[in-house]
């Protein structure tokens, strides 16, 4: 089963655009992390929030944590068409030496 | 440093046939996690492995089962293959000790079963 529900599943905007993508989650979390996939490769880390943090930068991105909500977000600005990809959060239980993510956000930038 | 390395990168078995991937993980990093990727179900973890030990197993069926090397290098095997079972096969390395889960993945084997 999947910790993390991911909206909208699908994401289509014009370069220059803003994309915003939202996780929610059932569990309590040490961090929530968020991975980029293009077409059918592996995953690559983009960025971690810890459960004690609200808000995070990284270049073009931008990630909430609302722990309250059990949910985050994550914002890319000024898109462009390399970030064309599938886009998953993750979430790191205290329990375990795992990560469960959620079902994907595709976002597609038009050229 | 070398990413993770998957082989094969593809693969086409059938039915009843098993299968064995391998995945070389970054050096030094002693924990391999194994994910199993369809469009029906997502990213579903199948197992952990650290200092040749399984740490931890996600919810499938016997038939899919893992190992690590003393050189932390990990195979997975899928024994009397199903339809079901194809998938994009990813493996992910961290160093595995303190700190955030952070996962460094491969490039992910595609098995396709007919």
């Known amino acids: 089963s999947q910790q993390g529900e991911e909206d909208p599943q699908a994401l289509s905007i014009q370069e220059g655009e803003n994309a915003t993508m939202n996780c929610s989650y059932k569990?309590?979390?040490?961090?929530l992390q968020w991975y980029r996939q293009n077409s059918g490769r592996g995953l690559v880390h983009l960025i971690l929030?810890?459960?004690?943090?609200r808000e995070k930068h990284s270049g073009r991105l931008r990630v909430t944590l609302d722990t309250s909500k059990k949910s985050s977000s994550l914002l890319i600005t000024a898109s462009r068409a390399a970030d064309t990809a599938s886009y998953f959060c993750?979430?790191?239980?205290?329990?375990?030496?795992?990560?469960?993510f959620g079902g994907g956000t595709r976002v597609l930038v038009k050229p | 440093k070398a990413g993770v390395t998957q082989t094969p990168r593809y693969l086409i078995k059938t039915r009843g046939q098993q299968v064995t991937l391998s995945c070389s993980p970054i050096?030094?990093?002693?924990?391999v996690s194994w994910y199993q990727q369809t469009p029906g179900q997502g990213l579903q973890f199948l197992f952990e492995?650290?200092?040749?030990?399984?740490?931890n197993k996600g919810n499938f069926p016997g038939r899919f089962s893992g190992r690590q090397f003393s050189n932390s290098r990990s195979e997975m095997n899928v024994s009397t293959l199903e339809l079901g079972d194809s998938a994009l096969y990813l493996c992910?390395?961290?160093?595995?000790?303190?700190?955030?889960?952070?996962?460094?993945f491969g490039a992910g084997s595609r098995l396709t079963v007919l």
């Open positions: 050096s030094g990093h002693r924990s």
């Open positions: 992910a390395s961290t160093p595995g000790v303190t700190g955030a889960n952070v996962l460094t």
């Open positions: 993750a979430t790191d239980a205290p329990a375990g030496n795992k990560l469960t």
């Open positions: 492995y650290f200092s040749e030990t399984q740490r």
């Open positions: 569990t309590s979390i040490n961090n």
């Open positions: 929030i810890r459960s004690n943090e």
